[in-house]
């Protein structure tokens, strides 16, 4: 038989009286999660931290002033004694022990019929997690892992799921049958609509599946549109993450780097869709038309892209079809790559003394020239971050300068970004194409022109 330490419980505190002993911070901490339990409490301590002052003067807690006595304990469901005073904290100890009320003594193990766990709240969805005191440092972490992993929506996925409960359980009387169809909502998309914040479309979703004739439980496709970031894969959102691990299908580019690939499902397929500069692996049409075609297989369609999708990243188009068609999609931002190579280069956008404002361009030729509007980009005080630069540098250059900026103004080309490989070149606007030729700069590279550039010698930090 396997042992356990302690049982773990859930205790159901509405409404009972509860003692705390002790009217310090850790006191409020404990205090806090009585409350939050509706524990109606009360607190014996000389005197009390400001926030359980502010509590007793409104009649949140009743208080008595002055030190713990027996007679505190008279009807008391649990105690907690908080105070940094041992003698103290041993007596409550025992006098609860003697009357049989469970006590917890703060970080005193011996002195405690019961411990209060680490803990992971998600509406009514509650993890608990124990070490039985052995570690609790160990307890906390695991408590911050947790925390990452589990999207805060959760809490209304459980909620959700609550006001069904009943109709599920008439349309699906059989156990088995309740049962996985719980697990196909809860992986399915409807959670994942709500996830998103689409609680109407979720609710409407869920109450026409329980309506419906049909017992079996059909999977309709979905799309993600998910911005990948710059390259570093500890930049990727908790949801980029999430749905990355379970997703069936996934459409990548070459933006996307390897370590963030290797993070996608293992047993997803993966589809790589090119994207370098002149020899397209698949026409954008054809990636449109292809997210369709998965989608209405039923496919869970991950849309990987570098960066951000909506910015320079054709993710508008991508998702327009499948608007059109009906395909319930979302989009999760990404870091861009201006903001990951100006924080990983060390040179801040905008800067009070240097840049009211920051202009994202691109610098992709169209039928060699750039068809930009130069006066907006030569005004003072602002920085400009150029995407997809390298090809038109000198044409880009040649025109700033034609239009007004000075040729001195300080530049920067970041190539590869956030990788380990990242590269700074740091230059001025006059010479920067001639360092891109010397130094054979190749994509993915950002171009960041500005007075913020002077910036990088000081703020540096990056040094893979
Ligand atoms: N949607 C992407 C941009 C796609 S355009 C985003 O939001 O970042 C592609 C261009 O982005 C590249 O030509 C390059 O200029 C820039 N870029 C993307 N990743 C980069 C990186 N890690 N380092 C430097 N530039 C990068």
């Avoid at 901490?29 to 509706?38: D, G, I, M, T, Y």
């Avoid at 907006?376 to 025109?399: F, H, N, S």
């Avoid at 590869?416 to 590279?445: C, D, H, M």
Wanted: charged share 25%; net charge neutral.
């Amino acid at each position: 038989m396997r042992q356990m330490a302690n049982l773990p419980v859930f205790l159901k505190l509405s409404g009972h009286p509860c003692l705390v002993v002790g009217g310090g911070e850790v006191a409020a901490r404990k205090v806090r999660q009585l409350r939050e339990a509706n524990a109606d409490v009360l607190i014996v301590a000389p005197q009390l931290c400001p926030e359980l002052q502010n509590l007793a003067a409104a009649k949140q807690v009743r208080y008595e002033a002055g030190r713990f006595a027996e007679k505190h304990l008279h009807g008391c469901s649990l105690v907690i004694a908080a105070t940094n005073d041992r003698d103290v904290n041993e007596n409550v100890s025992k006098a609860c022990q003697n009357r049989q009320i469970p006590v917890n003594v703060v970080d005193d193990p011996e002195l405690c019929t019961f411990i209060t766990p680490a803990l992971v709240s998600r509406g009514p969805v509650q993890i608990a997690i124990s070490t039985g005191g052995a570690a609790p440092v160990l307890a906390r972490l695991l408590r911050a892992r947790l925390e990452t992993i589990i999207p805060s929506a959760y809490g209304r996925l459980a909620e959700l799921m609550q006001q069904f409960r009943a109709q599920a359980k008439e349309k699906f009387p059989e156990f088995d049958k309740r049962r996985r169809f719980w697990e196909q909502l809860v992986s399915g998309p409807i959670a994942e609509m709500l996830f998103a914040g689409q609680d109407e479309a979720a609710f409407k979703a869920l109450e026409q599946q329980l309506d419906s004739e049909e017992d079996s439980v059909t999977t309709e496709g979905e799309v993600y549109l998910v911005g990948g970031g710059p390259g570093d894969p500890d930049l990727l959102t908790f949801r980029a993450l999430r749905l990355m691990q379970q997703a069936d299908v996934v459409l990548y580019d070459r933006l996307v780097s390897p370590a963030i690939v290797e993070l996608v499902r293992k047993d997803a397929q993966r589809i790589y869709v090119g994207k370098q500069r002149d020899q397209h692996t698949l026409a954008q049409e054809e990636i449109n038309r292809l997210l369709v075609k998965l989608a209405r297989q039923g496919k869970r369609v991950l849309r990987l892209k570098g960066g951000d999708p909506f910015i320079f990243g054709r993710g508008g188009e991508e998702i327009e079809d499948l608007a059109a068609e009906g395909i319930s999609f979302q989009v999760v931002p990404g870091v861009t790559a201006a903001a990951g190579c100006a924080s990983y280069a060390g040179i801040p956008l905008t800067h009070r003394d240097h840049a009211q404002s920051c202009l994202f361009i691109t610098g992709h030729l169209k039928d060699d020239a750039l068809d930009l509007n130069w006066e907006a980009l030569v005004q003072p005080g602002q920085t400009l971050a150029i995407y997809m630069g390298m090809k038109g540098i000198d044409v880009l250059c040649r025109e700033l300068i034609r239009h007004g900026m000075q040729a001195g103004m300080p530049a920067a080309i970041v190539q590869k970004g956030t990788y380990p490989e990242q590269k700074i070149f740091i230059s001025e606007l006059g010479r920067l194409a001639a360092v891109v030729e010397e130094n054979n700069i190749k994509p993915p590279a950002m171009t960041i022109i500005g007075e913020v550039v002077t910036l990088h010698e000081k703020l540096a930090w990056y040094k893979p």
